[in-house]
């Protein structure tokens, strides 16, 4: 049975930062693309880092480049997200998801919540307030 747990979140002053973890389980996180995606009330799921298969490249959208970090430990199967600089526009709730074998990213990470993911976690939430 595949798990993906996130944690991490929380609340956290404009300016602030926050390090997210997925713990993987049920699959060998080294064969799969990895996905950070989030979604804010109202509004579609967005992809925010992503990270390669193949050979650990990473791509960021404009909104989180230079600011956000993707990151993976395969030893302990777990990807990590690290968030700088937070702004009240990140606050989302804060998805992993991981497919199998994708090594060009760019596609995958633009379409978000609309690429099809094998597997997702339960999300967790990220507030940006003061």
């Known amino acids: 049975q595949v798990q993906l747990v996130e944690s991490g979140g929380g609340l956290v002053p404009p300016g602030g930062s926050l390090k997210l973890s997925c713990a993987v389980s049920g699959l060998n996180l080294a064969e799969y693309a990895i996905g950070w995606v989030r979604q804010a009330p109202g509004k579609e799921r967005e992809g925010v880092s992503c990270?390669?298969?193949?050979?650990?490249?990473?791509f960021y959208p404009d909104s989180v480049k230079g600011r956000f970090t993707i990151s993976k430990d395969t030893a302990k199967n777990t990807a990590y997200l690290q968030m700088n600089s937070l702004k009240p526009e990140d606050t989302a709730v804060y998805y992993c998801?991981?497919?199998?074998?994708?090594?060009?990213?760019?596609?995958?990470?633009?379409?978000?919540?609309?690429?099809?993911?094998?597997?997702w976690g339960q999300g967790t939430q990220v507030t940006v307030s003061s």
């Open positions: 990270i390669s298969s193949e050979d650990d490249s990473t």
């Open positions: 998801a991981v497919v199998y074998g994708v090594t060009v990213i760019q596609r995958m990470c633009m379409l978000g919540g609309k690429w099809n993911y094998d597997f």
